[in-house]
């Protein structure tokens, strides 16, 4: 068991407590950055990279027919194993953006390629789900059960804003716990169904789901209505006959305490790892468990925890997640420390052997992980940072020196940004795009949406935008919304207008009296004046 610091390189701006670490086909990769994407990395999924003490993050890409992934914080996510021809995949249901906004969709994500010199490709899929939906919400759980041959998806917890009826201007961003209601997910035909059980009374968030075959088991957790972690520790068992499913649920006493904890896989039987967390509000959890899960059930045992480091002892909150098999990566904060150019200290934590921990990378595990830290905090900007290719991609070597972002690879990162899939129905494919505006060459114009602290780049034909209005709008100080956050220009500024002269013609009078005039003689005059004298 090693404890190795880690030195982020231009990186840590981008992670941030509620980020997810997930393994897909060996790779580690980050997802759910802070702010919105960077035109740097627009899909905000990045492969992690240990070595020599050093994080590196490099951005990933998705797809031509994949959907747009937003960043969010404190997901369920979930690891389906290779399965009947499928492939390796992740589970992402729900969590927070970076508006704070709270996402109820449910997207698959999966390997589409991996080219020659390891570029790695996803594909980003939205599931449509039908009948009995759960609501929007953040930290819970989702996890695969499997029974009679099929399969399906277990969904519990989590938190969500007040029902709109009882949202008030005081309590609008208030957040209660979500029904302890457990959510079956077909996944073949997107049907949902909710259940309720009687052991099931409290809602909870933030703890662990541990599922084996047709049982999961449900591991501490945080409740805000008690504002307690109490010891709980339920399994559910799931049977999927032909017709409607039956589920039961059993609580059990040898639970443990604990809320937004690391779980890491130590191989490929069901033997986990955890660590972190957190035993209240002002008290972390220091110790770490050992979790195996047979045919008898779940066996919990303690595991003596690692030297920990100063920082760490010291430290209020920590996150986390896990690296792959064995492995975790622990970060703290600063706390203040005007002196440290990063916001957090970053650790890398071993549970194998030396001589196993020397092979570099980890491999896949489990990812269930979360925090409850800086729940409604406003989030800023993140930096803009550029990733460039790396040594090992030019050339056949993974091991190269020299992994520094160099400026004349930019030509990568706008490949990738260019052809991204802004929005659901955007139909720009690099084999088959032909230019649309007088203004493009090789490449499709592209306008910046401000929705949001980041933004985030879209297609201009896409918008269905004139080029009047395209050239307009990149020719002021303006901002754009896409058609998927309004739709609108906002202007940012009112230029003064100039205010015309007004020009006053004379009023012609159509219907004028005219007076009939007398001609009169000197002597004629001569009276009247008398007259009126």
């Excluded at 951005?59 to 747009?68: G, L, P, R």
């Excluded at 570029?119 to 953040?138: I, N, S």
């Excluded at 492995?327 to 200290?345: D, F, K, N, V």
């Excluded at 207008?497 to 005059?525: D, E, F, S, V």
Aim: proline share 7%; charged share 25%; glycine share 10%.
């Amino acid at each position: 068991m090693t404890l190795q610091p880690l030195t982020p390189v231009n990186c840590a701006g981008l992670l941030q407590p509620g980020c997810s670490l997930l393994q897909l086909d060996g790779e580690a990769l980050l997802f759910g950055q802070k702010g919105w994407p960077k035109r740097s990395c627009p899909t905000g999924v990045f492969r992690v990279r240990r070595k020599n003490g050093e994080l590196r993050l490099r951005a990933i890409s998705f797809s031509n027919d994949s959907c747009y992934l937003p960043p969010l914080r404190c997901p369920a996510v979930g690891r389906l194993d290779p399965h009947d021809g499928y492939p390796e995949s992740y589970l992402i249901h729900g969590g927070r953006t970076p508006n704070n906004e709270i996402s109820a969709s449910l997207y698959l994500l999966t390997l589409d390629s991996r080219g020659c010199n390891r570029k790695v490709t996803l594909r980003c899929q939205e599931k449509e789900l039908v009948g009995e939906l759960p609501g929007a919400r953040y930290g819970h759980t989702i996890s695969m059960v499997r029974s009679r041959g099929k399969r399906a998806c277990v969904l519990f917890g989590g938190r969500s804003y007040m029902p709109a009826g009882e949202r008030t201007t005081e309590t609008w961003n208030r957040v209660v716990d979500c029904p302890p209601q457990v959510f079956l997910i077909d996944l073949e035909f997107g049907c949902c169904s909710a259940h309720t059980l009687p052991e099931l009374s409290d809602g909870q968030s933030f703890h662990l789901a541990l599922a084996r075959e047709d049982c999961v088991y449900f591991l501490g957790g945080h409740s805000l209505a008690s504002d307690s972690r109490p010891p709980r520790l339920f399994r559910l068992h799931v049977e999927l006959p032909q017709g409607s499913p039956m589920l039961s649920c059993e609580a059990l006493d040898t639970g443990i305490s604990i809320s937004s904890a690391i779980i890491t896989r130590t191989g490929p039987t069901h033997r986990y790892i955890i660590l972190g967390g957190y035993q209240s509000d002002s008290q972390k959890r220091m110790e770490c468990s050992t979790v195996v899960l047979d045919d008898k059930g779940i066996h919990i045992e303690s595991l003596e925890p690692p030297k920990w480091t100063a920082d760490i002892s010291h430290s209020r909150t920590w996150f986390g997640g896990s690296l792959g098999e064995g492995r975790a990566l622990i970060g703290i904060p600063t706390e203040g420390r005007s002196a440290q150019p990063e916001s957090h200290y970053f650790y890398e934590m071993c549970f194998q052997c030396e001589e196993e921990g020397k092979g570099g990378e980890g491999t896949q595990g489990c990812s269930q992980e979360s925090t409850d830290y800086d729940d409604s905090t406003p989030l800023e900007d993140s930096e803009e940072l550029y990733f460039g290719r790396e040594p090992h991609e030019l050339e056949d070597s993974s091991d190269a020196e020299g992994d520094t972002y160099n400026e004349e690879d930019e030509g990568d990162e706008s490949h990738t940004g260019y052809w991204i899939k802004c929005c659901l129905g955007c139909q720009v494919d690099p084999n088959t795009w032909e230019p649309y505006y007088s203004t493009e060459l090789h490449r499709p114009a592209m306008i910046f949406c401000s929705r949001g602290e980041g933004g985030h780049w879209v297609h201009a034909h896409c918008m269905e935008l004139s080029e009047t209005l395209l050239l307009t709008l990149s020719q002021g100080n303006s901002k754009y919304f896409c058609l998927d956050h309004g739709g609108l220009p906002c202007q940012e500024m009112t230029p003064p207008r100039q205010a015309m002269p007004l020009k006053r013609t004379p009023m012609k009078i159509k219907h004028r009296k005219i007076y009939p005039t007398i001609k009169m003689t000197p002597a004629r005059k001569s009276f009247f004046r008398r007259l009126f004298d």
